[in-house]
């Protein structure tokens, strides 16, 4: 019987630099540095790929944390009876992300934020965390107006 290897399932890059925006998130939620940037940057220096890579990382980085107080808001207005501090960090990093693409990123389908999520909780969480985030994210889909499967002008 022949051996016969799997192909190996590739991560899209946009995928990666996701995974690397919820760490980073998450670092930050931990330990909030003075200098962003600086420390976005040597966040970024650390990972495989060189930092051109992680352009989008950045993007969604800066993006999140510019509207940071907004999009907490928004979770804690749809997670009934959960505080922040019952809320699993890295479920916050993953909700903070997807919020912010859904309600500021036009040029991603709500539905792709919403799936990536979901898949950065399966990647990063317990299997309860998906059922949390898909919950919280339907809700701030249902207020977006435009179409959920296709990116908007």
């Not at 931990?30 to 970024?44: G, S, T």
């Not at 997807?98 to 934020?113: K, Y």
């Not at 309860?128 to 919950?135: C, L, P, Y």
Request: proline share 4%; with cysteine; hydrophobic share 40%.
């Amino acid at each position: 019987m022949e051996n016969e290897e799997k192909p190996v399932k590739r991560s899209s890059q946009r995928r990666e630099n996701r995974k690397c925006a919820v760490q980073f998130l998450y670092q930050w939620e931990l330990n909030k540095p003075e200098q962003v940037n600086d420390a976005l940057r040597v966040f970024l220096e650390t990972q495989e790929q060189p930092r051109d890579y992680y352009a989008f990382t950045e993007e969604l980085v800066h993006g999140t944390l510019e509207h940071i107080k907004a999009i907490d808001a928004e979770i804690l207005a749809r997670a009934a009876n959960w505080t922040f501090e019952r809320i699993a960090k890295v479920d916050l990093s993953i909700l903070r992300l997807a919020i912010f693409e859904l309600l500021h990123r036009r040029d991603i389908p709500p539905v792709v934020s919403i799936n990536e999520a979901i898949e950065l909780g399966k990647v990063f969480s317990n299997l309860d965390s998906k059922r949390f985030i898909n919950g919280i994210l339907d809700q701030v889909k249902n207020q977006i107006d435009r179409p959920m499967r296709e990116a908007a002008d």
